[in-house]
Structures are given as C-alpha cells and as structure tokens.
Nanobody, 120 residues
C-alpha cells in the first residue's frame, strides 16, 4: 500500500503565500511523477502542476509565474509553493503520485486533500 499525506493548507489573504507538502510512503519502488490537483466547489478537478522523476514541470496557465512545484526524491516528497494567491485559487488541493510499487505494479495514488482558502 502507498499513502500520500498532505500538509500546509489554510486561510491566507489575497497576495499571500502558502507552501503545500505531500509525503509518499509505503511499498514504493519508484515514483514516476507527482502532481497537485485542485477542486473548487461546483467545478471539476483540474491539474495545477506536475513534475516528472527527471524534474520536468508543467503548470496550468492560471498559475504560471505564481506557483512552483518541486520535489525531494530522497524523501518521496513534493512541494507546491504558491505566491501571489488570488481568491480564485480557493479549492481543495490534492496530491497525486504515479507509483511503481515493490510488487512491480503501476498505479495512481491520491492524498486526502488540503483546503486552501484565499480571502480577506
């Protein structure tokens, strides 16, 4: 089994910053990619940012220049630094990992979600 544990959400004023973390643990042989998704009330879940094992990143247009995804391979942890936050960034943020397990199965895993609220 693989577990993803997120932390770092909260309430922040517009223009503020937050840093999300997601640590993966369990029967991990290799993590192929990790990413952050978000879901606002009444909207579909969308990919915010992703990073491959080799370090290639991609972002949804609405966060380019404001958010930065990074990772620590040794700790199986991915981070999302969010700056210049806007009310439209308010959502539940979910961590996702594409994992090759120790039994050589490839699966996607999700964290439980962390609430980010941007409001004055």
């Amino acid at each position: 089994q693989v577990q993803l544990v997120e932390s770092g959400g909260g309430l922040v004023q517009p223009g503020g910053s937050l840093r999300l973390s997601c640590a993966a643990s369990g029967t991990i042989f290799r993590i192929n990619a990790m990413g952050w998704y978000r879901q606002a009330p009444g909207k579909q879940r969308e990919l915010v940012a992703a990073i491959t094992r080799g370090g290639t990143t991609n972002y949804v247009n609405s966060v380019k220049g404001r958010f930065t995804i990074s990772k620590d391979n040794a700790r199986n942890t991915v981070y999302l630094q969010m700056n210049s936050l806007k009310p439209d960034d308010t959502a539940v943020y979910y961590c996702n990992a594409g994992v090759l397990t120790t039994t050589l199965r490839e699966s996607d895993y999700w964290g439980q979600g962390t609430q980010v609220t941007v409001s004055s």
